[in-house]
């Protein structure tokens, strides 16, 4: 879905990432690569292929818009290395954009692996009128895109029965995204009259508020 902000256009698409089509910059957030890798070392019984899904998606949006920076939101990798940063390594070597992270609370892994990768560093991040943070931030003259709170959505029929869905939450003044990583969680939001949502369902972006 194609949606102006401040008289930019984006594209809201369907993996929970955002192309700004203006700058050629990809937002992603809250992958929380290892978080499979550190379920399963405990104990919980997910599949190994749900590792490579994360990577084929990004390899998927990547293709797709070819983009000029990537732009990680925060909790790129959920907690210490394990065996998912050396798939991270490989996936970083191989991709032509450059590649940013905006520091979330779960990015407490040494910043020297990054650097080794070429990745940049900010705890947040100015692009024109926009404040790019990990967690929802609101700063006067500037739209906020951020991540963290892993935004869903509950619809209710008139049967009562509801259907849950990640979902992009607009604000006045700021965009959260869902999280892109498999296994993640949502936290269902409830808008206000002035906010719109963006439900992700069957692969398609549709506003539903």
Known sequence: MEIEIENKNFILHSSGSVFWQDQNILLISDVHLGKIAH????????????????FN?????VDLFSPEKIIFLGDLFHSKINTEWN??????????????????NHDIIDKQNYVDLNIKIHPELIIEEFLLTHHPTEKEGFFNFCGHIHPGIKLKDVGRQSLKL?????KENQLILPAFGEFTGNYFMKPNENDRVYAIANNEVIRVF
Request: charged share 25%; net charge neutral.
């Open 39 to 54: 379920f399963r070392r405990h104990g919980l019984a997910i599949p190994e292929n749900a590792i490579v899904e994360n």
């Open 166 to 170: 990640a979902c992009f939450f607009r």
């Open 57 to 61: 998606r990004l390899d998927e949006v």
């Open 87 to 104: 798939l991270f390594a490989y996936w970083a070597h191989k991709t032509k954009a450059e590649i940013i992270l905006v520091e979330g």
